[in-house]
């Protein structure tokens, strides 16, 4: 019974900490929007950067955006191809601090690697809606424009 104690104490513990520091990273700048924008529709590309470059404009710069791309919606970023007005803006919003992310399902079913992307995409290696949840359960707001 004693160990079951000990066990369930340390539990609480681990649990409390944890709570801890999410609380801690999230009041490290509470102005600070962390917001990630998942994309999946072709139709919808030159709309979700719009929305992001009017994100950073309305917040003076104070976010951190994530942009995640699966589905249809990746192969208008490829590299060879792309629009002028596609790869402009969104090597802009990189330069704003954008962080993108590529579903490596995606890529795999696309016959596509990350050198045949823009510059500035990383692999989301565990596929794009597993990253959508790891960003949310790390306090990121979900956005799908």
């Known amino acids: 019974m004693r160990r079951r104690d000990v066990f369930r104490a340390t539990l609480a513990a681990t649990a409390a900490l944890f709570g801890l520091r999410a609380a801690q990273a999230a009041t490290a700048d509470p102005d600070r929007q962390r917001v990630v ?82 510059d500035g995409f990383d692999a989301a290696d565990k596929g794009g809606v597993v990253k959508l949840v790891e960003l949310q359960r790390q306090g990121y707001a979900y956005l799908r424009p």
């Open 37 to 118: 924008y998942h994309l999946s529709d072709v139709d919808k590309v030159n709309f979700v950067l719009g929305n992001i470059k009017n994100h950073y404009e309305g917040t003076g710069g104070n976010a951190d955006i994530v942009l995640v791309v699966h589905g249809p919606a990746l192969a208008a970023f490829r590299s060879r191809g792309v629009s002028a007005a596609i790869s402009g803006r969104f090597t802009g919003l990189v330069s704003l601090g954008l962080s993108a992310h590529a579903c490596a399902n995606t890529m795999h079913g696309m016959n596509i690697s990350l050198a045949d992307l823009l």
